[in-house]
């Protein structure tokens, strides 16, 4: 049974867009929110990180960043967004992403017998 826009069942309840934007609006803010939560946790491990060692190392911090910055991209997909701000913010993730890398790469806390300090 279709219901008009502005009309009532006969419980006097009204009619809603329908599952499908209500769906859409909710699997939105569940992807958001979760993306949230993977930031939170990352900002957490870092604070773990800095009161086990007495230190933050480069690779947590790089970690929380590409975490925020990847969520704030997921953002944009469900919101008019400009081109230029996404390849702005591709192109931010792609060189956190090398940084990441690199500090993984020449890390002081590898250890000798490692096979990625022999290439």
């Given at each position: 049974m ?58 947590f ?25 996404v ?33």
């Amino acid at each position: 049974m279709s219901l008009a826009a502005g009309r009532r069942d006969r419980d006097g309840i009204e009619p809603v867009d329908g599952i499908y934007g209500n769906c859409a609006t909710a699997a939105e803010h569940t992807i958001i929110n979760a993306l949230v939560l993977l930031a939170l946790l990352e900002v957490i491990r870092t604070l773990q990180a800095y009161l086990k060692l007495g230190r933050v190392r480069a690779t947590f911090i790089l970690d929380t960043a590409l975490v925020v910055l990847i969520g704030e991209l997921m953002g944009l997909w469900f919101r008019e967004y400009a081109p230029e701000k996404v390849l702005l913010g591709l192109g931010v993730i792609l060189a956190l992403v090398a940084l990441r890398i690199v500090t993984a790469r020449f890390s002081s806390e590898l250890h000798a017998t490692d096979p990625l300090r022999k290439l």
